[in-house]
Antibody, heavy 122, light 108 residues
Framework: EVQLVESGGGLVQPGKSRRLSCAAS????????MHWVRQAPGKGLEWISG????????DYADSVKGRFTISRDNARNSLYLQMNSLRTEDTAFYYC???????????????WGPGTLVTVSS | EMVMTQSPATLSVSPGERATLSCRAS??????LAWYQQRPGQAPRLLIY???TRATGIPARFSGSGSGTDFTLTISSLQSEDFATYYC??????????FGGGTRVEIK
């Protein structure tokens, strides 16, 4: 069974940094691209970043470009999101999600973690 | 930039009735369209991909149709667990992968 579990959320002050992690199990992690999607409380879904299986292809939504960095460690079956210069509008649930297809990067999100809440407030 | 537009924003339906949700892409995306269901307090889950293929474990009462720019999700007979918010998403061009704004299906 595929399992994705995010961690690292919590309360952080504006301008500070936070690192999220996603532990993956139940599938061959280095076969699949991975993504981060966020959802502000009471709002819709926003894709924010994706990384190919071998980290060769990485991209970000404009809203986080230059502030957030996605990375992965295939040896540890883990995905990360380094968030710098956090703003109040970054307050959201952050989900990691697995791309459905092997080796391709499509953004079709077959499995999701339960999410972790990041609150940016002074 | 690709924009996904869903309608209506809220749909009131009685249990056992049919629900029809719409999604429009601002550019042609062939059938590279997915639908996700999000129940309150839960993570989203994949329902439909390829515009019409049900994901693993999804009941047959969920069906998708469309191609190009206009897509439909139909729930043939609403069950209590189907009252949720539904999002469409294009994956024809990555990145990015915008979602629609969502349709909330509520009990009438």
């Amino acid at each position: 069974e595929v399992q994705l579990v995010e961690s690292g959320g919590g309360l952080v002050q504006p301008g500070k940094s936070r690192r999220l992690s996603c532990a993956a199990s139940g599938f061959t992690f280095d076969d699949h691209a991975m993504h981060w999607v966020r959802q502000a409380p009471g709002k819709g879904l926003e894709w924010i970043s994706g990384i190919s299986w071998n980290s060769d292809n990485i991209d970000y939504a404009d809203s986080v470009k230059g502030r957030f960095t996605i990375s992965r460690d295939n040896a540890r079956n883990s995905l990360y999101l380094q968030m710098n210069s956090l703003r109040t509008e970054d307050t959201a649930f952050y989900y990691c999600a697995k791309d459905k297809y092997v080796t391709g990067t499509t953004g079709l999100l077959e499995n999701w973690g339960p999410g972790t809440l990041v609150t940016v407030s002074s | 930039e690709m924009v996904m537009t869903q309608s209506p924003a809220t749909l009131s339906v009685s249990p056992g009735e049919r629900a029809t949700l719409s999604c429009r892409a601002s550019q042609h995306i062939s059938t590279n369209l997915a639908w996700y269901q999000q129940r309150p307090g839960q993570a989203p889950r994949l329902l439909i991909y390829g515009a019409s293929t049900r994901a693993t474990g999804i009941p047959a009462r969920f069906s998708g149709s469309g191609s190009g720019t206009d897509f439909t999700l139909t729930i043939s007979s609403l069950q209590s667990e189907d009252f949720a918010t539904y999002y469409c998403q294009q994956y024809n061009d990555w990145p990015p992968n915008p979602f629609g704004g969502g349709t909330r299906v509520e009990i009438k």
